[in-house]
Every structure is written in C-alpha cells, then in structure tokens.
C-alpha cells in the first residue's frame, strides 16, 4: 500500500486522493492554501455574501447553521452570529447515539448563544430498520446519521424559505484535496450521495423483506430540484473562507464558552465527535475494519500538516489507538438487537481487498500498515517543520460546576442560571 509521504494517508483512502512525483497526497497539497492565501480578504468576501443574505423581515432568520453537540458547532454558531451579525436558526438530527455530554454541550450552546432551534428526531424503531439496511447494503451504522445531519437543514430552508445553510468544513477539501479553497465549492445533492452517503440515496433503502416502506424513509429525502431552486437554497462552507484549525477553534470555545471535552477511545482528539457513544467507538472500528485505518489517523494527517506533529509521532499515535476494541459494541448491538457474529458478518463483506487478505486460517490480516512506514527515507525532503505542541485539553464536567445537578434537551433546550466564562 502506498502511504503519503508527508502524512499518513494511504491510497485506498475512500474519498479518493492522488500522489505527486515526491510522493506527496493531494490533501496535502491543497493544506499549503492555508499557509498562503489571504484569509482576511476571504473573510470580506464571506461579509458580502452573508450580507446579501440577511432578511429584511425581522419575522425571518438570516440563514440556517446544522449544528451537533459537539464538531466545530460552537465556532460556526460564534462565527456567523457574533463576528457577522447573522440571525441563524440552528438545526440538529438527533443521531439517537447521545452521549450525555454531548447533549450538555448542545444544551449550553442553544442557551449561550440565544438561538432558536429545531430538532429531528425519527422514530427509533424506524432509524434500527435503516441501520439493519445500511449495514447490510454499505457496511455502515452511521448512515442515517449523514443522511439526517445534511438533509434536515435542506428541507427546513425550503419548507421555512431560508435560502442560506452555512457548513463548517468541506471535508475532500480539507482531507484529500479533491478542490481548492479558492474553487467555493458548496453543498450539492451530488457530492452528498456520492461522499456523505456511500452513493445510496434513502430510496434506495425500501425493502419490503426488511419492513423499510416509503413512509419510512421520508425524513431522509433530499427536497426535489425544483423546491430548492424555488427558495435559491445555497450551502456554503466557512472552511472557504476562514482557516480552518480545529484544535484551535475548540480551544478558543472552551475559552470563552466553556465547552466540555472528554477522553475519546480510539483517537487523542478530545473535541471532535464526543457527542456519540458511537462515532470513535464502534463507527470507527468499522472504518478500520473496511479500509485499514481509522478516525487516529484522520486526526494525525490534519496536525502534522499544521505543524503540530511529526510524521513519526503521528505514526506512533495510530500504534497506540488504531487496534483497540469499541468499547460501546455490546450497547450498541443490544439497541440494534443483533448478534456479535452477525456485525462482524455484514463488516467482513466490505472489507478493502487492497488491505485486507486473509490467512491461511481464514483470518483477516492487514497487508501492509503505516505503522510499517515509521522509517521511511522518502520523508525527510516533504517533511513539515514542527512549529508548536499537540496538546488537547480535557475540560472540568461542567454540571459539578451547577447548583442544580441537571440538564435539559427535550422541551426547553436551555440551561438555568448559566453564564459564558
């Protein structure tokens, strides 16, 4: 397997990168951006197209912002109402996976920031039949949740006529360098089947054997064409726009928010995702066990090309984390009401053949690792100058931090008593 020579991206990577003559990836490349572009002439073109947005009814909002308890949710929110001006109204897909935390962190924020919200949350019963299928059909657990998150703010812009949905980052942007910043790329129906979604749209999860009907899948169904163009629906992206540093953009939210953070199972990421008992657990140990690597070396690649880390202390981080076990697969597999043997069934027929061989005992062993790259010599010429630490904060829990040990999500939405830091 060919691994990037200046990150840890492999060339099966699903997204899709290539590699120059000195070995390094497209996603690399196109990170130079960051160091080069003027950010604040790009900043001033992101005013201009959010003023063309902003309603001139008091009785509408500005535009709408999908938001988690947790990704970069707290900067977006930060962003666009408190440097722009914007009045958003934030909208979030219940993945059903919540970790308690993670419902904090959304609680605190709809309550800091002052916004209106609204939530989807499709009949459990409903998004297990899906789960079943897309397990089935993509080797996945999480595709209702990319379905929901990118397809609820669509159908609340065309239904509310708010044409502007603002994204954080473009992740073949960001990851593998599929366009450049200076390309704008937004959000399309297009880029969503064929990247978000694993190129299967909810119809084409009604199955009759499975008990999945039409009505089943009407809370993932992108709006048609003509509704979008209608209401002028566009979805841009603030990594276009505005630098994009995660580890710094959590770190400034814990500043002046108070964001909560926490230890993750497979990855030293402590911002990203900590509102899923799923997404760096099980979802995660899929990931690695389709295609050879996991959400660790996601993380790697992106701090190593901020100068935070070396490729050798990136490639001894995935040493550490990429072979533990999900700690939440016996919850997980309770909820869905499957067996051990059965996962790891429906896993093992989307495997990446390009990394994964079996023995002569019929076990699956990985062909080749970027663990088995620590040395390479081909690194030293592309290699990034380490200019600081990577170091991630963990945050006090802040309800020990409230005289009333609750916190509340369904009804209200909001914390009592609460204020920023």
Not at 362 to 375: A, Q, T
Request: aromatic share 12%; net charge neutral; hydrophobic share 30%.
């Amino acid at each position: 397997m060919k691994y990037c020579t200046r990150c840890l991206y492999p060339e099966n990577h699903p997204l899709n990168l290539t590699f120059d003559e000195d070995g390094v990836c497209s996603g690399c490349r196109i990170h130079e951006e960051k160091d080069i572009l003027d950010w604040k002439e790009r900043g001033e073109k992101l005013r201009r197209i959010l003023e063309g947005f902003k309603s001139n009814s008091k009785s509408n909002y500005d535009c709408i912002i999908p938001i988690s308890g947790a990704r970069d949710s707290y900067f977006i929110v930060h962003t666009i109402k408190k440097m722009y001006g914007m009045k958003p109204l934030l909208v979030t897909y219940n993945k059903q996976y919540n970790t308690e935390l993670g419902i904090r962190n959304l609680a605190y924020l709809r309550t800091l920031f002052d916004c209106d919200i609204l939530t989807m949350t499709v009949n459990p019963e409903t998004v297990k039949k899906i789960t079943r299928a897309s397990l089935l059909k993509c080797g996945s657990i999480y595709w209702h949740c990319l379905a929901g998150q990118t397809v609820f703010p669509v159908q609340i812009a065309v239904k509310m006529k708010i044409p502007l949905i603002v994204w954080g980052a473009h992740q073949v942007c960001d990851q593998v360098g599929m366009f450049s910043h200076l390309d704008e790329v937004e959000m399309t129906r297009k880029y969503r089947k064929e990247h978000d979604l694993m190129g299967y749209e909810a119809e084409d999860f009604i199955d009759e054997t499975m008990g999945i009907h039409e009505e089943d899948v009407q809370s993932y169904v992108y709006p048609n064409d003509k509704e979008i163009e209608k209401v002028g629906v566009r979805g841009i992206y603030l990594s276009n726009y505005i630098r994009w540093d995660s580890k710094k953009q959590h770190e400034d939210m814990i500043r002046l928010y108070g964001y909560e953070s926490f230890l993750q199972e497979r990855t030293f990421d402590t911002y990203n995702d900590i509102d899923c008992y799923n997404y760096s657990d099980v979802h995660d140990c899929i990931k690695f066990l389709k295609w050879g690597y996991g959400k660790v070396t996601d993380h790697a690649c992106r701090e190593i090309r901020l100068k935070r880390l070396t490729r050798e202390e990136g490639i001894d981080l995935v040493s550490k984390y990429q072979n533990k076990k999900p700690k939440n697969l016996k919850l997980f597999l309770d909820w869905l009401g499957i067996t051990e043997n059965g996962f790891y069934y429906f896993i093992n027929q989307h495997r990446n053949n390009n990394i994964w061989k079996r023995d002569n005992n019929f076990k699956w062993k990985l062909r080749d690792s970027v663990i088995n790259h620590h040395n390479d010599t081909e690194a030293d010429k592309v290699r990034l100058p380490k200019i600081e630490d990577c170091e991630f904060i963990i945050t006090p829990l802040k309800k020990s931090l409230l005289k009333e040990k609750k916190y509340i999500l369904i009804g209200r939405g909001y914390v009592d008593g609460w204020k920023a830091p």
